[in-house]
């Protein structure tokens, strides 16, 4: 188990940007595929797969969803040991709690590779 931090959320308008952090003390994120998941109100036993990263030995950011694709953008710090999730032109649709959830070091993810989560960070987009 990994243990997982996420940070930056908050109620933004429409159009504004947020970044959120994942991070983690004691343990190297590196070493994980870290992927960023959103659960939107109403939705409690959804969670929708936003975005991924793999390790940095796989040369970066594998996976974004079409509903962020070109407004959301994820990286890795590895000297701050967080990976973020640039949010631009945020809309009231990506209104959810924000999760960032680690897998074992792989070449693709399944649903089900997502070992550790995060407790979440709100993020709100309204007018």
């Known amino acids: 188990q990994v243990q997982l931090v996420e940070s930056g959320g908050g109620l933004v308008q429409p159009g504004d940007s947020l970044r959120l952090s994942c991070t983690s003390s004691?343990?190297?994120?590196?070493?994980?595929?870290i992927a960023w998941f959103r659960q939107a109100p109403g939705k409690q036993r959804e969670r929708d797969e936003i975005?991924?990263?793999?390790?940095?030995?796989?040369?970066?950011?594998?996976y974004y969803a079409d509903s962020v694709k070109g407004r959301f953008t994820i990286s890795r710090d590895l000297a701050k040991n967080t990976v973020y999730l640039q949010m631009n032109n945020l809309q009231p649709e990506d209104t959810a709690v924000y999760y960032c959830?680690?897998?074992?070091?792989?070449?693709?993810?399944?649903?089900?590779?997502?070992?550790?989560w995060g407790q979440g960070t709100q993020v709100t987009v309204s007018s």
């Open positions: 959830a680690a897998g074992f070091d792989a070449a693709s993810y399944s649903p089900t590779d997502w070992h550790s």
């Open positions: 004691g343990t190297t994120l590196d070493n994980y595929g």
């Open positions: 975005s991924c990263i793999s390790t940095s030995s796989r040369h970066g950011p594998i």
